[in-house]
């Protein structure tokens, strides 16, 4: 704090030092100025007077000239005049400097007026005061000219004074321009000794804090003949130090951390891809480079170009952005070392804690095999549940035919037997229906027969199909159109099935005075309808699952577990997606967005 104070009170005293000469140079001029305002102003006053006492003289002069030359004198105005006359004389000799000298002035003047008036009274012939050349004419002569020398006086007095004060502005300018030299001399030389003792060695501190924030802690620190600046350095030597060693051991943490978090990345059993926020391949794990068949050489290039797929980088840009995938991507198929491998993928955004996207991750899973098993099951499944068909109708049929021809009283044991079997020959046969259905979209033979559909009208039939069955359950069921809908492209029947089959899953998993709302609104490009329940709701745990084949959820169970399998790929065939919205206890929605 001691030496914080020497130097400020260094800083303090040169910038005092130069604050009190330009103060004083100042006051010296502005005094310098008043005083010569206030002495010119009285000198010009006092000349101003006398010309006005000069000419106001003249003019009473005349007058008693004219009183002189008439014919019959009137004497109480030329005593009148007379009287003003001196008075006017008494005016200017009481404002008349004392340092006048020889020059004619007031006080001459009164002599010679009365030295005139005296030769008016004895002259024999007053009518001729400018006519001849007696006495009274040399007096009168000699009072005007008096006059007119002491008018001239006053003027080149005026003229006088002008010239002396332009000549001590002048002057007042010189010296206020020696003391700002002086000011401008005693600053630069200030300034430039402040500047080579501080800040010479403050520029240097700066540049080494600059390179300091970069990183690079091997600086040269300055040295200056201040004191206060070789505390300053040898205190920033030591913070540098110190950051320096701290800046190691974060290091070093960091890079144990790093190989702590790549050893967990190639220890997964998935491949990996680390992208940047710009969209570049960071990193790879050796999963992912034994599925795509890489090298650390296609590091750095963007994703798209890195698995020759463009869409690729429009996906990555929307999770980039914060937004997510409408729908499950497309598998990849790859060819690595002349072997054909599909690969699954997803990309999951990396965000910071304070919620800003540093990059994403790309996890990709080989399901060459599996989609290889599926294929094979989807064909079994079709050609069994295909040559089932046959078999099973018949017997059906013949079934039909027995128990037409077989009387078994109602109430009987065989009745109830046969109606058994008739019920469970019905299930077999919607079963192997749902399978036959199921893998003919699976395997693409389903083909859909598009037609202009009004949703509104969808919906309230789905309603009528449903509304008696609704009422035996002690269940509403309610249409909600928001706003007027334009018309699909689909196809109406494969809808209805969809639909059919969530309004059935709903009356099963809701409880009597419940309520269903078929939905329908426009967001966007997309018409989303959906079926919504308050009913039992579905487990968070089993919500991935729900669209699975042959996966049924939920305490209620009935069925193969076929019916939201097939209703997602109805949904996906007409080019939308479907998805649920379930919280347990509180009832489920299913919904399907169709482009418009």
Known sequence: MKLAMKLRTRLFLSIS??????????????????????????????????????????????????IMLSDQPDSAAF??????????????????????????????????????????????????VLSGGDELTEKFNALRNGLITEHKRALDDITQIERQARERALLIAGL?????????????????????????????????????GQGNFDVTLPVSSAIELNQLTKRFGIMAEALREHQATNVDE????????????????????????????????????????WDDERVGLGLGAALQRPELDEQLQLVLRGGTLERAPEDLSIEVDGEARLLTY?????????????????????????????????????RASHELRTPV???????????????????????????????EMQRLMQLINDLLNFSR???????????????EDLLEQAQL????????KGIELLVEVQGPLPRLQADQPQLDRVLDNLIDNALRHTASGGLIRLQARRHGERVIISVEDNGEGIAYGQQGRIFEPFVQVGRKKGGAGLGLALCKEIVQLHGGRMGVYSRPGQGTQFYMALTV
Do not use: W
């Open 17 to 66: 030092a130069l604050i009190t000469v330009a103060l004083l140079g100042l006051l010296l001029g502005l005094v310098s100025v008043m005083q010569m305002a206030g002495s010119q102003e009285a000198l010009v006053r006092n000349n101003f007077v006398a010309l006005d006492i000069g000419l106001k003289l003249r003019q009473a002069l005349g007058d008693q000239l004219i």
């Open 79 to 128: 005593e009148a005049s007379k009287q003003r006359y001196f008075e006017l004389l008494e005016e200017g000799i009481a404002q008349e400097p004392a340092s006048i000298g020889s020059e004619y002035g007031f006080k001459k003047a009164k002599a010679d007026y009365l030295s005139f008036i005296k030769a008016y009274e004895v002259s024999p012939d007053p009518t001729r």
């Open 176 to 212: 206020l321009g020696l003391v700002g030299l002086a000011v401008l001399i005693i600053g630069f030389v200030t300034a430039h000794a402040i500047a080579r003792r501080f800040g010479e060695p403050i520029e240097a501190l700066a540049q080494a804090a600059d390179n300091i």
């Open 254 to 293: 960091l890079l144990a951390g790093q190989q702590r978090l790549l050893a967990v990345l190639d220890s997964i059993d998935d491949g990996l891809l680390m992208i940047d926020r710009q969209g570049h391949l960071e990193h790879l794990n050796p999963v992912a480079q034994r599925q795509l068949g």
């Open 346 to 382: 997803s990309l999951t955004p990396v965000i910071h804690t304070q919620g800003q996207i540093l990059g994403a991750v790309m996890v990709l899973h080989d399901v060459t095999e599996q989609r290889a098993f599926e294929r094979v099951r989807s064909e079994f499944v079709l």
């Open 393 to 423: 109708t018949g017997m059906h049929m013949a079934f039909g035919l027995f128990r037409e021809r077989a009387h078994f009283a109602p109430d009987s044991r065989e009745a109830d037997l046969l109606d058994t079997v008739n019920e």
């Open 441 to 455: 979209y699976q395997n693409g033979l389903q083909k859909l027969t598009l037609a202009p559909c009004s949703i």
């Open 465 to 472: 199909r449903f509304t008696s069955g609704a009422e035996e």
